[in-house]
């Protein structure tokens, strides 16, 4: 594996689920620190070793490469995920370097029972949450009427702030969404506290943990995303979105850092698939899509639920890559495709006589949009053996080719399934000429 340019930000180019746990922990192995720096839970990403799944939501999969692993503070922490995940790399034999910053929201069980009785009310217009209480963790800290990790030390500011706001949660979800809900106060502050004991070792300031290794220059920082560029609440497809930024940017103010040029690898799955609810113009609900979910494994890492999968969508990705500036993209699950004969590309949408080469900004136009399509020939062997890419089919590499010239960016890395090894670094030479 070539030597990548640090600082790196690697994240999602499409609506999540592309395979970014897979190339962080490809390429942290030239990291230092690894830093996670949005989301919650509701991401899961997935890391194969040999034999050993790692399934890790919270904990950045640079855990598995046994580096100095950065929760910031642009992430929400459910403490009893965040213990388990510690655990399991710990009962795998693997060392923990972690660091967690003392900003971090935390998820309370009120977060969760809102998130239900708020999609329960909502009815068909519900987003598709996984109920974990990501979003109304986030609606506290923009409050500011937040619990951060740091309370979890002192237990009469916390016991305060909890009364405080379990009474008016309460009141929302009773009186409000009409659901019945009741918490036990107490035994609620007798286990965070202790979250706060077993955790007390992890946290430090991390925004100046980063910065002074910036400007220092003597670590080379790898930043990991969760969820993925088009599921920003602000330029993606809103309301169907997620609570927190996603675009490559906003790695500044989620880790506590100041602007500087930062390499930016866009992860892109070679079809697209979604989670929940929200346009998908080139969705799949024939065979086809059936064949992609079944081979592609196109099953939720935390919700377990089928994602819907569909063709690659070209102006959805123009859009992404306008939103997050990517350097170089890592093309994924290219394997998944092999055996068909033919490949649709989505070109453009068109809806009520007008053309779009990127996604209109208008949720309700973006849902009347029909894909025009082009063209390519597939392949038909198997190419999950690849390990160079000399050795894939003339059309697969015609494929990656296409993709690369649409959206003026080079492809960098192929993945031909789960696997380390089955991550195919694309000669300088070979992305020339893409």
Same mark, same amino acid.
């Given at each position: 594996?070539?030597?990548?340019?640090?600082?790196?930000?690697?994240?999602?180019?499409?609506?999540?689920?592309?395979?970014?746990?897979?190339?962080?922990?490809?390429?942290?192995?030239?990291?230092?620190?690894?830093?996670?720096?949005?989301?919650?839970?509701?991401?899961?990403?997935?890391?194969?070793v040999g034999r050993d799944i790692f399934k890790l939501?919270?904990?950045?999969?640079?855990?598995? $490469?046994?580096?100095?692993?950065?929760?910031? $503070?642009?992430?929400?922490?459910?403490?009893?995920?965040?213990?388990?995940?510690?655990?399991?790399?710990?009962?795998?034999?693997?060392?923990?370097?972690?660091?967690?910053?003392?900003?971090?929201?935390?998820?309370?069980?009120?977060?969760?029972?809102?998130?239900?009785?708020?999609?329960?009310?909502?009815?068909?217009?519900?987003?598709?949450?996984?109920?974990?209480?990501?979003?109304?963790?986030?609606?506290?800290?923009?409050?500011?009427?937040?619990?951060?990790?740091?309370?979890?030390?002192?237990?009469?500011?916390?016991?305060?702030?909890?009364?405080?706001?379990?009474g008016l949660q309460l009141r929302r979800i009773r009186?409000?969404?009409?659901?019945?809900?009741?918490?036990?106060?107490?035994?609620?502050?007798?286990?965070?506290?202790?979250?706060?004991?077993?955790?007390? $070792?992890?946290?430090?300031?991390?925004?100046?943990?980063?910065?002074?290794?910036?400007?220092?220059?003597?670590?080379?920082?790898?930043?990991?995303?969760?969820?993925?560029?088009?599921?920003?609440?602000?330029?993606g497809t809103y309301p169907y979105t997620v609570a927190?930024?996603?675009?490559?940017?906003?790695?500044?103010?989620?880790?506590?850092?100041?602007?500087?040029?930062?390499?930016?690898?866009?992860?892109?799955?070679?079809?697209?698939?979604?989670?929940?609810?929200?346009?998908?113009?080139?969705?799949?609900?024939?065979? %086809?899509?059936?064949?992609?979910?079944?081979?592609?494994?196109?099953?939720?890492?935390?919700?377990?639920?089928?994602?819907?999968?569909?063709?690659?969508?070209?102006?959805?990705?123009? %859009?992404?890559?306008?939103?997050?500036?990517?350097?170089?993209?890592?093309?994924?699950?290219?394997?998944?495709?092999?055996?068909?004969?033919?490949?649709?590309?989505?070109?453009?949408?068109?809806?009520?006589?007008?053309?779009?080469?990127?996604?209109?900004?208008?949720?309700?136009?973006?849902?009347?949009?029909?894909?025009?399509?082009?063209?390519?020939?597939?392949?038909?062997?198997?190419?999950?053996?690849?390990?160079?890419?000399?050795?894939?089919?003339? %059309?697969?590499?015609?494929?990656?080719?296409?993709?690369?010239?649409?959206?003026?960016?080079?492809?960098?890395?192929?993945?031909?399934?789960?696997?380390?090894?089955?991550?195919?670094?694309?000669?300088?030479?070979?992305?020339?000429?893409?």
């Amino acid at each position: 594996m070539p030597k990548v340019h640090f600082p790196l930000v690697v994240i999602g180019a499409q609506w999540g689920d592309e395979g970014k746990g897979k190339l962080v922990d490809v390429l942290a192995q030239d990291a230092d620190l690894v830093v996670r720096f949005n989301g919650g839970n509701n991401a899961g990403h997935t890391v194969t070793v040999g034999r050993d799944i790692f399934k890790l939501s919270l904990l950045p999969s640079g855990v598995v $490469q046994k580096k100095h692993v950065v929760i910031a $503070q642009g992430c929400v922490v459910d403490p009893q995920v965040l213990l388990e995940e510690i655990a399991l790399i710990k009962a795998r034999g693997l060392p923990l370097k972690l660091s967690l910053d003392p900003r971090v929201h935390v998820v309370m069980p009120y977060h969760k029972a809102l998130d239900r009785a708020t999609e329960l009310w909502k009815g068909k217009s519900a987003t598709g949450s996984l109920h974990l209480g990501i979003g109304y963790c986030y609606e506290d800290k923009n409050n500011r009427f937040g619990i951060r990790m740091d309370d979890l030390l002192y237990p009469a500011v916390f016991r305060e702030k909890l009364r405080r706001n379990l009474g008016l949660q309460l009141r929302r979800i009773r009186q409000v969404f009409g659901q019945k809900e009741s918490f036990d106060i107490a035994s609620i502050s007798r286990k965070y506290l202790h979250y706060g004991k077993q955790l007390k $070792q992890y946290l430090e300031d991390t925004s100046t943990l980063i910065e002074n290794a910036l400007q220092a220059k003597t670590k080379r920082v790898l930043f990991e995303g969760a969820h993925g560029t088009l599921l920003d609440p602000v330029f993606g497809t809103y309301p169907y979105t997620v609570a927190i930024h996603t675009i490559s940017g906003s790695i500044f103010p989620y880790v506590g850092i100041s602007p500087r040029p930062v390499s930016t690898l866009g992860v892109v799955k070679a079809y697209t698939t979604r989670v929940g609810n929200g346009p998908f113009p080139t969705e799949l609900t024939d065979a %086809t899509g059936a064949a992609m979910r079944t081979k592609g494994g196109e099953f939720g890492t935390v919700s377990k639920r089928p994602r819907r999968c569909g063709w690659l969508d070209l102006p959805a990705l123009r %859009t992404s890559t306008r939103l997050s500036g990517y350097t170089a993209l890592a093309l994924t699950k290219l394997d998944v495709l092999s055996g068909l004969s033919t490949l649709k590309v989505c070109v453009a949408y068109k809806t009520n006589g007008k053309r779009y080469s990127d996604i209109p900004v208008s949720a309700y136009t973006y849902g009347t949009c029909t894909p025009v399509y082009t063209q390519l020939d597939g392949w038909q062997q198997d190419i999950s053996a690849c390990t160079a890419y000399a050795k894939l089919p003339a %059309t697969a590499k015609g494929y990656i080719r296409y993709v690369s010239r649409a959206l003026k960016t080079p492809v960098a890395y192929v993945s031909v399934g789960p696997k380390r090894s089955q991550v195919i670094t694309v000669p300088a030479a070979a992305q020339t000429d893409l």
